[in-house]
């Protein structure tokens, strides 16, 4: 039976907003294309956050002179098994998938290989890059810094790194990889908007108010930017270890160190790509063990008979054939918005018939 949450959207149909938009913008059909793709990936996997609700801030970033729609992207180093990528101030999708061809290509040659990508902007979600890793036979790795800092250095009331995502994918011999997608703050931004559009109030330990207390109020949160690191300790370190491999690496500027976004945001991307077969000699034996292990964590007795234990992937997998039979929701707000940018772009704004729909 289908959901009754609200409007849905067929996968397809939401795909073309997304091209409209994208294209209206002047954008490259071959890097629409691409940008819909990772944008789309997003939305049917649950990450709402990392999909078409971008545009709105893409729209703003491209408006400010962030970010352009029609970069010429570069490879500026292409060595064996290391590469490093300039995206010319244009969104991430299309460097973050170009580094992602040429690291499986690398790895396919040497058994692992690295790609840093510099002067880009946001990339969407990072699981997106290593699932399509893992779906060729590869362990992958992706990390990014972000164009503003949010996280607040533990003991800290100032922002000095971003929210600064790390994502890890490794292939199954059932076709569904493990995938591990996450923040290095306690909630993302975009989770802080999607409670904003929500009208509810946000978890404590999510954010930070000027003072150092618990900020509960989610659009105090996103005035401030005053994110609280996962874990603490543990969370501000793996975000500055994600600084070191997309920025320090790449040469793209350094988050503590931006102050206020210049004209372009110059974010960096890190790619990596690990051929299991070079360790164990074939592709199938790591696959089956990994299937092995995966299926061991999901045996746990769960402490709730109605929530069994799960590995990472698992809720984003199922999120995803849900949304593909039934369709991904469509807030009113993010209509709205969307409605707006496409008159603004002179684009045809497809999901008006979506919204009587449920």
């Known amino acids: 039976m289908r959901p009754e949450l609200g409007p849905y959207v067929a996968a397809a149909l939401w795909r073309r907003q997304m091209l409209e938009i994208l294209r209206a913008w002047r954008m490259s059909d071959a890097h629409a294309q691409v940008t819909a793709d990772v944008l789309g990936a997003a939305d049917l996997m649950g990450i709402d956050s990392h999909g078409m609700?971008?545009?709105?801030?893409?729209?703003?970033?491209?408006?400010?002179?962030?970010a352009?729609?029609?970069?010429?992207?570069?490879?500026?180093?292409?060595?064996?098994?290391?590469?490093?990528?300039?995206?010319d101030a244009g969104f991430g999708q299309v460097p973050g998938m170009m580094a992602v061809e040429l690291a499986a290509e690398r790895a396919e040659k040497f058994g692992i290989a690295a790609v840093a990508i510099r002067n880009s902007n946001h990339y969407g979600a990072a699981g997106v890059y290593v699932r399509r890793l893992a779906e060729q036979g590869l362990i992958g790795i992706s990390t990014s810094s972000v164009w503003r800092a949010a996280i607040?250095?533990?003991?800290?009331?100032?922002?000095?790194?971003?929210?600064?995502?790390?994502?890890?994918?490794?292939?199954?011999?059932r076709g569904k990889p493990f995938l591990l997608d996450m923040a290095t703050s306690t909630?993302?931004?975009?989770?802080?908007?999607?409670?904003q559009r929500a009208e509810t109030d946000i978890p404590e330990g999510w954010a930070l108010t000027r003072e150092g207390s618990p900020q509960r109020d989610p659009n105090l949160a996103l005035l401030d930017t005053l994110l609280v690191p996962?874990?603490?300790?543990?969370?501000?370190?793996?975000?500055?270890?994600?600084?070191?491999?997309s920025s320090v690496l790449s040469g793209a500027a350094l988050t503590p160190l931006r102050g206020k976004p210049g004209k372009r945001h110059d974010?960096?991307?890190?790619?990596?790509?690990?051929?299991?077969?070079m360790m164990r000699g074939s592709r199938a034996e790591?696959?089956?063990?990994?299937?092995?292990?995966?299926?061991?964590?999901?045996?746990t007795p769960p402490a709730n008979p109605a929530r069994p234990v799960m590995v990472a992937g698992d809720p984003e997998y199922a999120c995803e054939a849900e949304r593909l039979s039934h369709g991904i929701p469509l807030p009113a707000?993010?209509?709205e918005q969307l409605r707006g940018i496409a008159e603004q772009a002179n684009a045809a704004f497809l999901l008006k018939e979506e919204r009587a729909s449920t």
């Open 333 to 335: 707000k993010l209509a």
């Open 267 to 277: 974010v960096g991307h890190f790619v990596l790509a690990l051929d299991p077969a």
């Open 152 to 173: 607040v250095p533990t003991g800290g009331l100032e922002p000095r790194l971003g929210t600064n995502p790390i994502a890890f994918a490794a292939p199954s011999a």
């Open 53 to 66: 609700a971008l545009l709105p801030l893409y729209h703003q970033q491209i408006q400010d002179g962030g």
């Open 286 to 299: 790591f696959e089956a063990d990994l299937d092995r292990m995966t299926d061991a964590l999901r045996q």
């Open 230 to 245: 996962l874990g603490g300790h543990k969370g501000y370190g793996l975000a500055a270890m994600v600084e070191v491999l």
């Open 68 to 87: 352009t729609a029609t970069p010429i992207i570069s490879v500026v180093h292409d060595r064996a098994a290391v590469a490093l990528i300039d995206g």
């Open 187 to 195: 909630a993302a931004i975009g989770k802080l908007k999607l409670a």
